[in-house]
């Protein structure tokens, strides 16, 4: 047959528009199904208990939009820091989103909000801290789990003026500092774990503290300051000391003064003077070459204490770092200080950091076994996670064995319903999501009961958080899209 010439007629069946139509459809619903069950999958988030990474409050009606990677833990195991979807193993109709903080075989423990793990075996657990290594972020994790601080707005810690510093211009984010003088943040007191820090203002003030979500409970001793820094001629220098306990830590930027006769320090002192102290004598790290500032010549300066590492970042470069060792008053406050001259502060930020401790936390150690993890949510504050899961075990009538479940307070699961006509009801709904009840005279608690129940086994995480992709709410000049890490 030549191009262009029509095929005869073969006899072939007529085609038929509605059949093409179906199986179109079909092959789209197999493929839909296929990507939801074994490669990617859409959650929204209904709770806070991952701010600042993942946001959800009915109060502003955000609730992040995130896609899941189902595919990569085929492949390898979940890594310590993921943020991951498992099914809860106390209702695993039920599924959760947190961080990964603990992956077994290891101990993993909370103290003074920091993680510490070891590697010693089961049967022969850690007795002293010098067992114990303090876990650390990646930098990019620790990047989008700082939880911003914010200086004059509604119920946040304000800056103090102290010495000469009443001449001083401070703004939202700028501070002028006019001559010598010093500040003081917060005004009074420590810098506290309220679970209302690091959403952006709009958000922040919009949250009511609720009933049952503990709260500035605990002194947060990790904390970090950035700023552009523009200092005149006559600035001799720009101090920054943070605070912790009796602690002082003292950050030191040499002025345009002093014509490149000095460098930047870092030292470490306890005021104490305990002989008991950990840090029982001055820590002092140097730069090994003479450094000033010019006169006119803006730095992006972030200055912080982390997990018991000091550090001085200048235009983006870790330039100095010194270990202490770690304290156990956590009270702090920052102080920042100018000698001689003017000096500009721009986009002066504070965040402190992730503190896993509140007042609901049931446990603080753990021996995590091969191929179980602990969970911890950002929020530390406003999350149920692997400090104080909890299973509940009863004999019910009718049901054969023992009835297994999440355990939840306040009258949340079980819940126990008086003013029925044979007396009081009682609910419990049990680990596969089915609900039972009873007369509450008539069921018995099975031994043990309410057994601290941490771990999730690596089956039933189901996958890894990718990314925001909505929402965007104008009313909060808020566009949530980004990478999760």
Not at 163 to 184: K, N, P, T, Y
Not at 324 to 349: C, F, K, M, R, W
Not at 370 to 383: A, C, F, K, P
Request: net charge negative; charged share 30%.
């Amino acid at each position: 047959m030549r191009l262009g010439e029509k095929a005869p007629k073969t006899g072939a069946a007529p085609r038929r528009p509605w059949r093409d139509n179906i199986e179109a459809v079909t092959m789209a619903i197999i493929v839909a199904v296929m990507l939801k069950y074994f490669i990617i999958e859409a959650y929204k988030i209904p709770t806070g208990s991952m701010q600042p990474t993942l946001m959800g409050n009915t109060e502003t009606g955000i609730f992040d939009r995130i896609i899941v990677d189902k595919l990569s833990y085929r492949y390898r195991d979940p890594e310590r820091f993921e943020v991951a979807v498992f099914k809860y193993p106390l209702d695993i109709s039920m599924n959760y989103i947190k961080r990964i903080a603990g992956v077994g075989p290891e101990w993993l423990r909370i103290k003074n909000g920091d993680l510490w793990r070891s590697d010693r075996p089961k049967d022969d657990p850690p007795r002293y801290d010098s067992d114990w290594t303090i876990v650390r972020r990646p930098k990019n994790v620790q990047k989008d789990t700082w939880k911003l601080l914010d200086p004059g707005a509604k119920d946040c810690p304000e800056w103090r003026r102290l010495g000469d510093a009443s001449s001083w211009d401070i703004q939202e984010d700028r501070i002028v500092a006019r001559s010598d003088g010093s500040l003081r943040l917060p005004d009074n007191g420590s810098f506290m774990d309220d679970f209302r820090d690091g959403y952006p203002r709009a958000v922040r003030e919009a949250l009511r503290r609720r009933r049952g979500v503990p709260t500035a409970n605990n002194p947060v001793g990790d904390l970090r300051l950035e700023a552009e820094i523009t200092a005149d001629a006559n600035c001799e220098s720009v101090e920054v000391a943070l605070r912790e306990g009796s602690r002082v830590y003292n950050f030191t930027l040499p002025g345009p003064a002093l014509n490149g006769e000095a460098t930047f320090s870092i030292t470490a002192k306890d005021l104490s003077r305990s002989a008991r102290s950990p840090l029982n004598q001055d820590l002092e790290a140097q730069h090994s070459s003479s450094w000033s500032m010019e006169a006119g010549v803006s730095y992006n300066v972030a200055i912080e204490n982390l997990d018991d590492l000091l550090s001085l970042t200048i235009d983006g470069e870790e330039l100095l770092s010194l270990e202490i060792p770690a304290a156990t008053d956590q009270s702090s406050y920052l102080n920042l200080s100018v000698v001689g001259g003017d000096v500009v502060l721009d986009e002066v930020h504070i965040y402190r950091d992730i503190y896993y401790l509140s007042d609901r936390v049931k446990v603080s150690q753990w021996f995590i076994d091969e191929d179980h993890y602990i969970m911890l949510g950002d929020n530390t504050q406003d999350s149920s996670d692997s400090r104080e899961w909890t299973l509940a075990r009863y004999h019910i009538p009718g049901v054969a064995g023992v009835v297994e479940g999440n355990y939840r307070g306040q009258d949340e699961n079980p819940q126990r319903i008086p003013g029925g006509p044979e007396g009081t009801m009682f609910f419990f709904r049990d680990k596969w999501g089915t609900l039972h009840s009873s007369l509450d005279s008539e069921r018995r608690n099975a031994e043990p009961n309410n057994v601290l129940y941490s771990q999730v086994p690596k089956k039933l995480i189901t996958g890894r958080a990718l990314i925001v992709f909505w929402p965007i709410k104008p009313s909060f000049w808020l566009w949530r899209l980004k990478w999760i890490r």
